[in-house]
């Protein structure tokens, strides 16, 4: 093979510069040629060190290309320095090495680099371009899907499947979409997995994801064809900061979330109540929602028993409220405008967690309203009961209270009430009169000449609507005397009393049939009323909201023990052998108000006893008719309640002889009834229930 031209050309320039840089310096030291030789082997030098430094390929090229400039200026000086021609000619040695140098080394010259052939190689023959492939279609594809393309064919075509086109994401260099179909016409896509496809571009399986195609104009859709997501810029954004809607995917509605099935649909923020609204529906509007409660807490930054994240569950619509601070711990003050029923009857008794007012009744459609109220001891019984007298009064009813026992809060309520007493004694004779008092108001004429039903919105009733409070009501209804007596009395008032403007309200520590309360009694409450549960145990909730005829998937979930904070800096107080701080276990007036079919949880208002409350209250004590005053009369149930045991009002008399002589005293120092004798009993007797009663009773005589 022939010499290239420039390739002599080199050798030449070597061969005619090698004398001079041996001659010049002995016989010419001031010369200029000198002083450009050693320019240039400086500048040599100079490429030396930045090819050195740099991060491209090819630096050792580099520096053999400056090699020959920076050995002659070496020849150069090494001629001036040395007296003479040198040792042996040590000058001429010199420039005939760097002069064979240069012509043997030509591959890394800058003239020649580019016309010797590989070593050890054959001549390259000529190939023709090659046709295009299946995976590799002239079809003027980008760049980026040509070079997707080269990838997905050297992994074998995972899935029996082509590379139509490859799109990147705007702002996420290493995101991207493929739009997939099968290799084979009419096949579907099914063997194709993230792990395959994460295996092409060398990246995590958790950040693909495949999506179906739809039918466009112009393209194709359904099981053939297929979309590819990889996101491993999205995704680690995504864990860092996630959006809202990110953020809901993730930890709430996913398959493995606190709500799955579950879409997100927007974030309100109330920064006045300090609360975050997310709203939310399930993906499927025949699906009923599943809820983790303590993994819904958690997603929500908050802890399971904090009182913070509350769940509403609309039909398939849901909303998460997360509050600041747990609005069970909060105070709402009792006013006389939230107090004052509207036009439909209505009254705010407190607030659920969403911030909606949570209401009761003074009426209902089928009459007077009933009310149960259920809380054990510093549950916030006393002043909820406090709300109820007071819408009562604003109303314009009549209101009488009895207690078992007195007490500070409801004596100050009873100054407010038309009749007040204390003891079983008082409430059985209250509940006598009651239902003498619907006899009488249904012999009542009307306006119109008539007798009607008690009807709020109909004019001419001749009577005021009455409300009776019961406090303590269990513990008198297992009264050894009044007990019994008084249970029936209330199922007899619960049955009939709407019907003449005559309601009941019960409050006690329990609403069990095992404790004395009849299953009739809480079914009639129930259905005329709107419910209150306060505080209740964890594991009394599934018997307590049962007897209140509670679904069992609508059973609540308990409420915190305790509304304050842990405060942080444990471990420091237990390395420091401290004493933990004390929490707020003040948490009266919190519990469900069981309105519509699912329990909701509220905070009940504030009626502050220690200051004046006649504010809250009507002005004028509404009081019975004169009718009715007499009629009570004529029947020897109107007069001083707190009285003792009147001759014969509770049985005969006994003699002198069977009973020694002896009166027993009777409710609160006055004289108790005797016992009614087991003939007295089955003398009555007309019911089932009343047959278990008297068996009931034999068995403690």
Known sequence: MSTPRPVRLERLAYTLTAPALAVAPNLYPDSPLNTIVGLAGAAGVGGWVLAAKS??????????????????????????????????????????????????????????????????????????????????????????????????????????????????????PHDLSLLLRASEYGRPITGLTEQAVAA?????????????????????????????????????????????SEKWADSIGGKLGAIPGSLYVDRVRDRVRGVTFWIARMEDPQQEPRVDLPALCAAMGAAYDDGRVFLTVDGPEILVSVWDASPLAAIYPATRELLTPDADGRWVCGYLTNGQPARQRVYTDRGAAHGLITAPSGGGKTQLMGLFIAADSLF?????????????????????????GVGSLYMIRMARALVALME?????????????????????????????????????????EYGAELMDLAETVSVKGRKYGVGETVAGQSIYVQDGFTQLLCENLRENCIPIVLKVAPKK?????????????????????????????????????????????????????????????????????SEDISSLFSDTVHGLTDHEISQ???????????????????????????????SRSGGRGGNRPRKAAPADRRATVTTARQALETIRHLNKV
């Open 396 to 420: 314009g009813k009549v209101v009488w209270l009895a207690t078992e026992a007195p007490d500070e809060k409801t004596a100050a309520l009873g100054q407010h009430t038309d009749r007040y």
């Open 200 to 244: 092409v571009f060398g990246t995590d399986v958790s950040v693909i994801r495949f999506s179906e195609v739809q039918r466009q104009e112009g393209r194709e859709g359904g099981p053939g064809w297929l979309e590819v997501h990889i996101t491993p810029d999205a995704d680690a954004r995504r864990q860092a900061a996630p959006t809202a």
């Open 632 to 662: 009570l009369e004529a029947r020897d149930l109107w007069f001083d309640w707190n009285e003792p045991p009147r001759p014969g009002e509770f049985g005969p008399e006994p003699d002198d002889e069977d009973e020694g002589g002896s």
């Open 541 to 609: 909730i599934t018997d307590m909201f049962k007897s209140l005829g509670t679904a069992p998937e609508d059973y609540p979930d308990p409420l915190p023990r305790s509304f304050s904070k842990a405060e942080s800096g444990r471990i420091a107080r237990v390395m420091a052998g401290q004493p933990e701080p004390s929490t707020d276990s003040n948490t009266g007036g919190a519990g469900w108000i069981i309105e519509a079919r699912k329990p909701e949880v509220l905070r009940t208002l504030f009626m502050d006893f």
């Open 440 to 480: 009488i108001r249904g012999e009542m004429p009307w306006e119109d000449g008539e007798c009607h039903d008690w009807d709020p919105t109909r004019p001419g009733c001749p009577y005021r609507p009455l409300s009776a409070y019961m406090d303590e009501f269990l513990s008198a209804a297992r009264h050894d």
């Open 55 to 172: 991060n491209d390929s090819g630096a050792g090229r580099k520096i053999l290309r400056w090699s020959p400039v920076v050995f002659a200026a070496a020849v150069d000086v090494a001629a001036r320095i040395t007296p003479g021609w040198g040792p042996w000619w040590l000058d001429g040695l010199l420039a005939a090495g760097w002069c064979a140098a240069g012509s043997l080394v030509l591959p890394f010259s800058r003239l020649t680099r580019g016309h010797r052939p590989a070593l050890a190689a054959p001549a390259p023959l000529p190939v023709a371009l090659s046709e295009p492939t299946v995976a590799q279609p002239d079809d003027g594809a980008s760049t980026l899907t040509r070079q997707v393309r080269q990838m997905w064919e050297r992994a074998g075509m995972p899935g029996r499947t082509l590379v139509v086109k490859a799109v990147p994401h705007t702002g996420q």
